[in-house]
């Protein structure tokens, strides 16, 4: 059997090694479906789904700073572009060999990325205004949550910018579901 190598350079023989290594983790004692290790991991790999580098380096780094060993699609995904690094000598830069390559007029995916998460701890924040005021059943507005999130933290954003995020990532179902997995660990 030959050692295939993926679209992103990393071989079948070692993306097998790690998913080996994964099974065998989970298999040590201590180690279940029910500890909250194991839930830590994934709840942080369903919540950082591998769609880019991005995506794969900000997932790595949750895991590493709770002492959780990642995921092998995400240590594939950095070791793939690591070695591409690696392999290039000096030719292409670490943007490059991460495939985080800037389009025009939209600036560095990073800088995208870090935007739309700045955003998200605001929808946050207007979920946990818009939760508290329901609890004393005195609920508020999207458009409300939004203007005290700008006046107390002195954003430069409208109302309106604030609303679209909220409602593109469904806010309500996101924090709300969240919310809900986090009592029912605290719970078991």
């Not at 895991?63 to 070791?79: D, N």
């Not at 939209?106 to 935007?115: A, D, I």
């Not at 701890?121 to 700008?150: C, D």
């Amino acid at each position: 059997m030959t050692d295939q190598s993926n679209d992103d350079g990393v071989s079948s023989k070692a993306l097998d090694r790690l998913l080996l290594e994964q099974a065998w983790l989970e298999m040590r004692p201590g180690w279940n479906t029910d500890s909250e290790e194991r839930k830590i991991q994934i709840l942080i790999s369903s919540h950082y789904p591998l769609a880019d580098s991005i995506d794969a380096i900000r997932t790595y780094v949750a895991c590493v700073s709770k002492g959780i060993t990642p995921p092998a699609a995400t240590l594939s995904s950095i070791g793939a572009s690591l070695q591409r690094y690696l392999e290039s000598a000096g030719r292409i830069s670490l943007d490059d060999a991460f495939r985080l390559r800037r389009k025009q007029r939209s600036g560095h995916r990073l800088t995208q990325k870090l935007e739309y998460e700045r955003r998200s701890e605001f929808a946050y924040a207007m979920w946990h205004l818009r939760e508290k005021a329901k609890s004393q059943n005195k609920p508020i507005s999207i458009e409300t949550a939004a203007g005290q999130v700008i006046e107390y933290l002195g954003l430069q954003l409208t109302e309106e910018t604030l609303k679209k995020h909220y409602i593109a990532i469904d806010a309500d179902s996101i924090f709300s579901a969240a919310r809900d997995a986090i009592d029912d660990a605290g719970r078991k």
